[in-house]
């Protein structure tokens, strides 16, 4: 089995800042691509920035500048910095990771239970 466990959320004032932390565990190959999504009420699940297992790095626009993701391949270990928060980014936060159980398995993906994340104005 595999398991993704997120810590790091809470409440925090516009301005402020948050680290969340994304550690996989289990039965585990290898890593490929982790990502955060996020959630909002009454809104669909989004991506908010991704990292390769070579380091590459994309995230959506409103966080650019703002957020930054990063990856421990020694801890199986996923990060996102978040820096300037603002009221929009209140969400649920998901981490998510693409993981070969095996050398023979193919990929699949897993999900973390999902950590809130409120700022407040």
């Known amino acids: 089995q595999v398991q993704l466990v997120e810590s790091g959320g809470g409440l925090v004032q516009a301005g402020g800042s948050l680290r969340l932390s994304c550690a996989a565990s289990g039965s585990i190959f290898s890593i490929n691509v982790m990502g955060w999504f996020r959630q909002a009420p009454g809104k669909q699940r989004e991506l908010v920035a991704g990292i390769t297992g070579g380091g590459s790095t994309n995230y959506i626009d409103s966080v650019k500048g703002r957020f930054t993701i990063s990856r421990d391949n020694a801890k199986n270990t996923v990060y996102l910095q978040m820096n300037s928060l603002k009221p929009d980014d209140t969400a649920v936060y998901y981490c998510?990771?693409?993981?070969?159980?095996?050398?023979?398995?193919?990929?699949?993906?897993?999900w973390g239970q999902g950590t809130q994340v409120t700022v407040s104005s």
């Open positions: 998510n990771a693409e993981i070969k159980r095996t050398i023979v398995l193919p990929p699949a993906i897993y």
